[in-house]
């Protein structure tokens, strides 16, 4: 199955959005619960409240950094924005740029989800492979995408296992 996919810097922000969101959500939940935990119950350890507040703000702030630096990088990086033509059978997923043409092996790819409105092919390493569900004809052929990379995906790993 084929796709032909034009990815934007702004696909790229959405993605890496969505992650710093999730992470600052649980970042400042801990923190709401070590400021409302510490100074209810032990009020003695005030200052250590306070440590990791700073600590939790500090882990927030480098997120953020983060998510810029990743959008900035994207853009430089010749090959990740732009026009990519995709194709998956039972070996992996073809990848064909003006800068790149590979074979990923489907053992190559940590998870396979969809996320939003995009399919994301996460490596071991964490780095991603962006298929946004607008580039498809028909929502049902995005799903049958989608059903397909899953289903390669899982029979890589049975046999990998045996």
């Given at each position: ?5 034009n990815l934007?810097r ?25 400021e409302?935990n ?15 507040m ?22 430089e ?10 194709r ?14 590979g ?13 939003g ?6 490596f ?27 289903d390669y ?5 049975v046999?990998?296992?045996?």
């Amino acid at each position: 199955m084929n796709v032909t996919v034009n990815l934007t810097r702004k696909d790229i922000a959405k993605i890496y959005l969505r992650f710093v969101y999730l992470q600052g959500i649980v970042i400042f939940l801990i923190m709401f619960i070590i400021e409302f935990n510490v100074n209810l119950w032990f009020f003695p350890y005030f200052a250590l409240s306070k440590i990791l507040m700073a600590a939790c703000v500090a882990t927030l702030i480098i997120l953020f950094f983060m998510l810029l630096i990743s959008i900035s990088k994207a853009q430089e990086k010749i090959g990740v924005i732009g026009k990519h033509e995709f194709r998956i059978d039972e070996k992996g997923l073809y990848n064909k740029s003006q800068y790149y043409q590979g074979l990923h092996q489907w053992q190559m790819f940590r998870c396979i989800k969809v996320t939003g409105s995009y399919l994301l092919l996460i490596f071991h390493n964490n780095q991603k492979i962006i298929i946004p569900k607008r580039d498809f004809t028909s929502a049902t052929e995005f799903e049958q995408f989608v059903s397909l990379a899953q289903d390669y995906f899982q029979q890589s790993r049975v046999n990998n296992k045996s």
